[in-house]
Antibody
Framework: QVQLQESGPGLVKPSETLSLTCGIS?????????WGWIRQPPGKGLEWIGH???????DYSASLKSRLIMSVDTSKNQFSLNLTKVTATDTAIYYC??????????WGRGTLVTVSS | DIQMSQSPSSLSASVGDRVTITCRAS??????LNWYQQKPGKAPKLLIY???TLQSGVPSRFSGRGSGTDFTLTISALQPEDFASYFC?????????FGQGTKLDLK
């Protein structure tokens, strides 16, 4: 059974960097899939942030690309998101996901990140 | 970028009703269309991928149709556990955009 689990701070100050990690269990990150992030501001819809392949090839949302870095750590079977220079508009529930062209079959439970001083 | 337009944004129905949600893409994308269900406080769950393929474990009362730009999700006979929000998503080209969502509630 594949499980994803987000970890990282729940509160980030404006202009600082939001860093999240997604640990994968039940599946080797190098076996396939694209591993990505989706966010959802409280009470609103879903926004695709981007994804990274097992080989490290990335696709990012154009609106976030200048502030975004995703990476894979195969030794720890996890992948990460770093979003720099955050503002209040980055406040959201962040979900890590696994899948790709046939949809995201696997989702973490989500972690609320609030941007506030 | 492909824009996804989902309708209606909200829908009230009763147990046993048949309901249909529509998703329209701004350009043709074959059958690269996925549907998710989200219950309050939970992560979305993949229901249907490739426009019409039911994810394992999803009840057969859910069905998806369409290709090109127009897609539908139909629930043939609503059950109490189906009252939730539903989102479409295209996975034809990045960014893999979502529809705005449909909130299905009890009439």
């Amino acid at each position: 059974q594949v499980q994803l689990q987000e970890s990282g701070p729940g509160l980030v100050k404006p202009s600082e960097t939001l860093s999240l990690t997604c640990g994968i269990s039940g599946y080797f990150i190098t076996s396939g899939f694209q591993w990505g992030w989706i966010r959802q501001p409280p009470g609103k819809g879903l926004e695709w942030i981007g994804h990274i392949s097992r080989s490290g090839v990335t696709d990012y949302s154009a609106s976030l690309k200048s502030r975004l870095i995703m990476s894979v750590d195969t030794s720890k079977n996890q992948f990460s998101l770093n979003l720099t220079k955050v503002t209040a508009t980055d406040t959201a529930i962040y979900y890590c996901v696994g899948g790709g062209g046939s949809g995201y079959h696997y989702w973490g439970r989500g972690t609320l990140v609030t941007v506030s001083s | 970028d492909i824009q996804m337009s989902q309708s209606p944004s909200s829908l009230s129905a009763s147990v046993g009703d048949r309901v249909t949600i529509t998703c329209r893409a701004s350009q043709s994308m074959s059958t690269y269309l996925n549907w998710y269900q989200q219950k309050p406080g939970k992560a979305p769950k993949l229901l249907i991928y490739a426009a019409s393929t039911l994810q394992s474990g999803v009840p057969s009362r859910f069905s998806g149709r369409g290709s090109g730009t127009d897609f539908t999700l139909t629930i043939s006979a609503l059950q109490p556990e189906d009252f939730a929000s539903y989102f479409c998503q295209q996975s034809y080209s990045v960014p893999y955009s979502f529809g705005q969502g449909t909130k299905l509630d009890l009439k």
